[in-house]
Every structure is written in structure tokens, then in C-alpha cells.
């Protein structure tokens, strides 16, 4: 053995005494401790709160948090195709005051950027979905809330003490009863708009996830779930099946005409890609679709949201809000999505890196950030306001 190769082995056994202390003390679902401590300061853009993210979560939380379907091509492809957009600066004009404003569903926002839905926050901070909505107050953004979160619909909207607007994302439950439930309980607390998922029939093949033992650990559960058989397990396809308990595969253009029938909320759907899909949603009459691959989640191979964004935004000609979603990591990112036709757009696992780094704190840094890399992009390419903002944003060869 080389001298090299003793100092190798001699570190990999440090690292897997390290990992195995860490394993012991804190369990695999739980948030884990990092040797030195992060330092939240220290962080600056969303990269740096992602790397630091990672030496805090567990391993699994991080498979489940930063996975996608399969080879994870589209995963790659949805940030990659952003770096392949072009912006186009603009000298000499008057940049002094920067107006970030957006209107949505009838209301005024202070800026465009809004928190996916993401499942199981308590896996990756001890807060949860309690620290998001806080830091989504501080930030002034709007938090849709996952079906599958680890507090209540009620117990979310009770900690709002600050009152960020709430949306209220929904997995159509096979049991229709239990779904209507759902919605009901989201609106009597007060929540804004209803978010319908509909490119989840099924789940992908998310072998991050299988390889890392995914599980919900004892003391986290969906909690909009409680009392219910599926509140701790169930969602899981197996080799035999591909199908959950806790999705439909029936789910159709029908099952969305039922919702708007139950609710008096605005009802978007989450999960349109193809332009005929968004042309259909205009004829159902809903109030918005969201671009979005399900980050990637599901299918993989598929287009980068910001490729298909342009063709959606096509076929519905103006007709309601489209918002997108998958692979935004930069304020440049939200000026190219607003460039292409975005009314506004939602981050993901950004803002739960941040959480598991600094909880409230974290998810209100992440969103401060984009804001301000937005507002740097906005200035340098001539564009005061979000009002100003059009495909002229877009680089075009001549």
C-alpha cells in the first residue's frame, strides 16, 4: 500500500465513523449536526445555502429533498436550460426606483416569487412547515402549502401570525369524500387559492429515494392525515405496483369542473406542460395553470419547464395568470421566466435548503436573495418595473 492510499483509507474510516456517530445520535430522518457548524452569514447566493444543506440534513431528507425520477435528466435539464437563455442589457436608462410589484388572482404581491409546495418539511428542520410560513411572512412571498405537510392545513394558517398570503395545494384523494374534506378545511382557514396537482397519477421511479431507505420517521407524519391509515405509510409504489394509495390515477378533466363546484377559491392547476393541456384548462375556466415538471420528480426525459413555458403561455393567449416552476436558482432565472410570459414563479427545494440551514431565517434569505439578484438583473437590463418586462428581455441572434 502506497503512502497515498493509507491516507485515503484512513479517511474514508474517518468519515464513516463520523457518518455513523451522526447516524446514532440523530437517527436517519432527523436533521443532523455538521463539524464546524454552518455559519448562515457566511452564505450568499442559493449554491452556498445548498452545499451547506447537505452537511446538515440526514441522508435520507437529502435524497428525498434533492432526488428526482430515474437518470435525473430532467432535473439537470430544468436548471441547464436557463444558462443556455440569454438576457439582453440595456444602457441609459433610469433604473433609480425598481418596482417588483405583481398583481395575481386579484391581488397585489410584493414580488413574483412564490414557495412551491414541498412534502415533509420536519425532515429537514424540526420547525417544518411552521418555519416556512414564517420566513414566507418575512419575505412577503406566498407559501403554497403541500397536501402532504407535517403540520395541519389549520395548524399552518394558526402560526401565520404575519399573515403571508396562503395557497393550498391538493392531491386529489381517491376517497372524493375526503377530498372535498380538504378543500373545505383549507378554506375555512383562510387560504387563497387551491392548487391542483394533476401530473401525479403515479409516482416516478425515484431511486435516490428507494436506495436511501425513504420513511417517515416516529414523530412525523401527514399531518392532514391524522387518524387515517395512510398518515404514516402508504404512498410508496412496490416492484408489483405502480400505483399509491394516496393518488388517483382516475383523475380527469371531469374531477376538475367537481372542484370548482365545491369551492369558492380560485382554482389552479399545477402540472401543464403540453399546449393542448393548456389550452383545455382555458376552456374549464380555472383561474391559472403552473408550469411544472413536478421537479422532476415523475417523468423523466421530459422538457425543461422554461422550454415549455413559451407554448403554454401561447395557447392560453392571456386568458388567466401562468406561472412556472423547476430549476430557478438565480434572480436572472425569474427575469427570464417573466421574459418568456411567466406571470410569476415558485421555487422549491431552494427555500427548503434554507430551512434546514437556518429555519424561518434561512427560507427568508433565500427568498431576499433572489429578490435582490432579480432586482440587479431588472436594473442592468433597463427594466424598472415587472410591468416592463417582456420577450424584448430575451437575447435574440440576429
Known amino acids: 500500500m502506497t503512502r497515498r492510499d493509507l491516507l485515503r483509507s484512513t479517511a474514508l474510516l474517518a468519515s464513516a465513523s463520523a457518518l455513523a456517530l451522526t447516524t446514532e445520535t440523530h437517527g436517519e430522518g432527523a436533521p443532523q449536526s455538521t463539524m464546524p457548524p454552518v455559519n448562515p452569514a457566511d452564505l450568499l447566493d442559493v449554491p452556498d445555502f445548498e452545499r451547506a444543506a447537505k452537511t446538515v440534513m440526514s441522508p435520507m431528507a437529502w435524497n428525498f429533498v434533492s432526488g428526482a425520477?430515474?437518470?435525473?435528466?430532467?432535473?439537470?435539464?430544468?436548471?441547464?436550460?436557463?444558462?443556455?437563455?440569454?438576457?439582453?442589457?440595456?444602457?441609459?436608462?433610469?433604473?433609480?426606483?425598481?418596482?417588483?410589484?405583481?398583481?395575481?388572482?386579484?391581488?397585489?404581491?410584493?414580488?413574483?416569487?412564490?414557495?412551491?409546495?414541498?412534502?415533509?418539511?420536519?425532515?429537514?428542520?424540526?420547525?417544518?412547515?411552521?418555519g416556512t410560513v414564517q420566513g414566507a411572512a418575512n419575505a412577503d412571498a406566498t407559501m403554497v402549502v403541500s397536501t402532504m405537510s407535517t403540520v395541519s392545513i389549520e395548524d399552518i394558517a394558526a402560526a401565520n401570525a404575519r399573515k403571508a398570503s396562503l395557497w393550498f395545494q391538493l392531491y386529489v384523494q381517491p376517497d372524493r369524500g375526503f377530498t372535498r374534506e380538504l378543500v373545505q378545511r383549507a378554506e375555512a382557514a383562510g387560504y387563497q387559492a387551491l392548487v391542483v396537482t394533476v401530473?401525479?397519477?403515479?409516482?416516478?421511479?425515484?431511486?435516490?429515494?428507494?436506495?436511501?431507505?425513504?420513511?417517515?420517521?416516529?414523530?412525523?407524519?401527514?399531518?392532514?392525515?391524522?387518524?387515517r391509515a395512510v398518515a404514516n405509510g402508504g404512498q410508496r409504489p412496490t416492484e408489483q405496483s405502480i400505483f399509491s394509495a394516496i393518488l388517483d390515477p382516475t383523475l380527469t378533466w371531469r374531477d376538475i369542473g367537481w372542484?370548482?363546484?365545491?369551492?369558492?377559491?380560485?382554482?389552479?392547476?399545477?402540472?401543464?406542460?403540453?399546449?393542448?393541456?393548456?389550452?383545455?384548462?382555458?376552456?374549464?375556466?380555472?383561474?391559472?395553470?403552473?408550469?411544472?415538471?413536478?421537479?422532476?420528480?415523475?417523468?423523466?426525459?421530459?422538457?425543461?419547464?422554461?422550454?415549455?413555458?413559451?407554448?403554454?403561455?401561447?395557447?392560453?393567449?392571456?386568458?388567466?395568470?401562468?406561472?412556472?416552476?423547476?430549476g430557478i436558482r438565480r434572480g436572472t432565472d425569474v427575469l427570464k421566466a417573466l421574459g418568456l410570459g411567466a406571470a410569476a414563479v415558485l421555487i422549491g427545494r431552494p427555500y427548503v435548503y434554507g430551512l434546514a440551514v437556518d429555519g424561518s431565517n434561512g427560507v427568508a434569505r433565500?427568498?431576499?436573495?433572489?429578490?435582490?439578484?432579480?432586482?440587479?438583473?431588472?436594473?442592468?437590463?433597463?427594466?424598472?418595473?415587472?410591468?416592463?418586462?417582456?420577450?424584448?428581455?430575451?437575447?435574440k441572434s440576429a
Open 69 to 130: 425520477a430515474a437518470d435525473e435528466i430532467t432535473l439537470r435539464r430544468n436548471h441547464e436550460a436557463y444558462e443556455h437563455i440569454r438576457l439582453s442589457p440595456r444602457a441609459l436608462v433610469n433604473v433609480s426606483k425598481l418596482d417588483t410589484r405583481v398583481k395575481l388572482l386579484g391581488r397585489e404581491l410584493p414580488h413574483p416569487i412564490l414557495l412551491a409546495p414541498t412534502a415533509y418539511q420536519k425532515l429537514s428542520h424540526p420547525d417544518g412547515e411552521l
Open 199 to 227: 401530473d401525479a397519477p403515479v409516482l416516478g421511479p425515484r431511486y435516490r429515494e428507494l436506495r436511501a431507505k425513504f420513511n417517515l420517521p416516529p414523530g412525523i407524519e401527514r399531518a392532514n392525515f391524522r387518524g
Open 259 to 326: 372542484l370548482q363546484s365545491i369551492t369558492k377559491l380560485p382554482v389552479l392547476l399545477k402540472g401543464i406542460q403540453y399546449p393542448d393541456d393548456a389550452e383545455r384548462a382555458v376552456q374549464a375556466g380555472v383561474a391559472g395553470v403552473i408550469v411544472s415538471n413536478h421537479g422532476a420528480r415523475n417523468l423523466d426525459t421530459g422538457p425543461a419547464t422554461i422550454d415549455a413555458l413559451p407554448g403554454v403561455v401561447a395557447k392560453v393567449g392571456g386568458k388567466f395568470p401562468v406561472l412556472v416552476d423547476g
Open 366 to 395: 433565500i427568498v431576499t436573495i433572489l429578490r435582490r439578484e432579480l432586482e440587479s438583473a431588472m436594473a442592468l437590463c433597463g427594466r424598472p418595473s415587472i410591468a416592463s418586462i417582456d420577450s424584448s428581455v430575451i437575447w
